[in-house]
């Protein structure tokens, strides 16, 4: 009786440790057809595998997938799977990804080992993805998986995963790699959590980018990838040409970038006088032991460009609700902006312009440039302002819009100076208030940290004279930014990412573990 109870209890023992990988099955799709594929995945349940065997396949229509599952083809050229899902129309309806993955926590994720062939194009820019990733599981991997052809964004990513895309290939022209939103980070919406949340630099919270290559001849613009919706990145020992990250701007409510690691990573310019490497428009992180390397004719023009693209357009809904004219520049009237409310000058404009310069009625006290920093003049009769670049005694130029609106000046319009620093999300600033709701409450300044950006260690052909390049008068070396300055205390998380050591096998058995017969 002491025999038969001390294995029962032994194989109880093992039954609880190793469970799930006991209960995980295995299922082969039949052929590389989508409905064959679908087909397994519609057998599989959270932990399970699904196998693609070594062949090809066109789909026309989107696979879904719901489940923790492994999705694994033979290997990179062995299972080719061609896009010809719909990418949209002009109004971007009928736009899907070839892929699409929902998976929520505890459960987790990898797909590995294929080929992705984009086929239908993507005409209207509608950017559903070849693969579209959503959730909130905290252990996903996409790994040796290459991207050829491309008709829009490799990689979509929505929710608030974390996890890591390693050792893939990119190959499209002027096609994202992959764009990064944290959306619903702690359930909140357009990337509000993420900004009312600590940075956490150096951790596992983030999407990691790692061991991948990323080519494309016009990649200006586009680059290997984009962040918004509060998106917090890792992006190491890549090899690239350009990388932006969103500011809380042109995505109009949804957030910019919240946070970035960039390091140990070879950019190489792909046109001449290539106006940056990487381009900043928010958030706060570190830039450092990067190689940005020049190519015949094609060269860096610019490493690191920062700016706040509020300075020069305006973006609903970050104006006043119900504003007149065109609100939500960062120009003193911004609700959640820091602003002083003190209007420094005003009075009307003595003349017309199209060229971005008022000419005032009775000024001739002001001193040349005495604007210059964090000051904006506001056009009170069309309802419109920008940064204020220069200005002398009786005249100020505004900054040009980058998005084509409106900066012309009539005689007569009406004008105010006010001042507003920080803008609301950008580049070096961190965490402050939760805001909720597709008109932003409270509001208010969001009161955000200052957490200034650092790089050092990086190279331009070699050399290290790396700086970084801020486009706004507002983004100030040595408060919002470092050059060739270590960030304090601040060490990277260990690489390789712990998901690419094993992904998807079983833990190891213990060693340590005796049965005693009796």
């Known amino acids: 009786m002491n025999r038969k109870l001390s294995w029962l209890l032994f194989a109880f023992f093992l039954s609880a440790l190793f469970g799930s990988q006991v209960k995980a099955n295995t299922y082969t799709a039949a052929s590389c057809s989508e409905s064959d594929v679908a087909s397994a995945v519609g057998q599989a349940m959270n932990g399970d595998t699904v196998i693609i065997p070594a062949c090809s396949g066109t789909w026309t229509t989107e696979l879904v997938v719901n489940v923790g599952i492994t999705l694994q083809g033979q290997g990179i050229g062995n299972t080719v799977l061609i896009d010809n899902v719909s990418k949209g129309n002009s109004s971007c309806g009928s736009a899907y990804p070839m892929i699409s993955f929902t998976v929520n926590a505890p459960n987790v994720f990898r797909i590995t080992g294929f080929t992705l062939q984009g086929s239908a194009p993507d005409t209207y820019v509608c950017q559903p993805g070849h693969i579209s990733l959503s959730g909130t599981s905290t252990a996903i991997q996409v790994d040796h998986v290459s991207f050829l052809n491309q008709q829009t964004v490799g990689i979509r990513t929505h929710g608030s995963l974390l996890g890591v895309v390693d050792n893939c290939a990119f190959q499209g022209n002027h096609k994202q790699g992959i764009i990064v939103q944290m959306d619903t980070w702690g359930g909140s919406s357009y990337g509000d959590g993420s900004w009312a949340a600590s940075t956490q630099l150096g951790t596992g919270n983030f999407l990691f980018i790692e061991t991948n290559t990323f080519t494309d001849p016009s990649a200006v ?37 919240r946070a970035f690691e960039i390091y140990d990573n070879t950019f190489t310019a792909v046109e001449p006088a290539q106006f940056a490497g990487f381009y900043v428009r928010s958030g706060t992180g570190v830039i450092h032991d990067n190689q940005f390397v020049d190519s015949g004719s094609n060269y860096y023009n610019g490493i690191i460009n920062t700016i706040t693209d509020r300075d020069n357009s305006a973006f609903p809904p970050w104006g006043a609700p119900g504003g007149s004219g065109n609100p ?63 200005n002398n ?124 017969v009796q």
Request: aromatic share 8%; charged share 10%.
């Open 221 to 257: 613009g586009a680059g290997a990838f984009d962040v918004f919706g509060g998106g917090r990145v890792v992006f190491r020992h890549n090899t690239a040409s350009f990388i932006v990250g969103h500011g809380t701007e042109s995505a109009q409510r949804m957030r910019g970038m």
């Open 393 to 516: 005694g009786n005249s100020i130029t505004n900054v040009g819009s980058a998005y084509g609106q409106n900066r012309n000046w009539n005689s007569g319009d009406a004008f105010q100076v006010m001042s507003a620093y920080p803008c609301i999300d950008q580049v070096g600033r961190g965490q402050g208030a939760l805001l909720s709701g597709s008109v932003p409450t409270p509001t208010g300044s969001v009161g955000e940290g200052l957490e200034p950006v650092y790089q050092w260690n990086n190279t331009h052909n070699g050399s290290s004279d790396v700086t970084i390049s801020s486009q706004s008068s507002r983004i100030v070396a040595n408060r919002d930014y470092y050059d060739n300055t270590q960030m304090p205390g601040y060490t990277p998380y260990p690489y390789p990412h712990p998901l690419t050591q094993g992904s998807g096998t079983p833990p190891i058995p213990p060693t340590n573990l005796t049965a005693t």
């Open 328 to 390: 939500g520049a960062c120009d003193g009237t911004g609700p959640y902006d820091t602003n002083t409310g003190t209007v420094s000058a005003s009075g009307t404009a003595s003349s017309s312009s199209s060229a971005n310069n008022l000419v005032a009625n009775g000024s001739g006290a002001w001193a040349t440039n005495q604007w210059v920093g964090n000051y904006a003049i506001r056009n009170v009769t069309q309802g419109w302002g920008a940064l204020i670049s220069s």
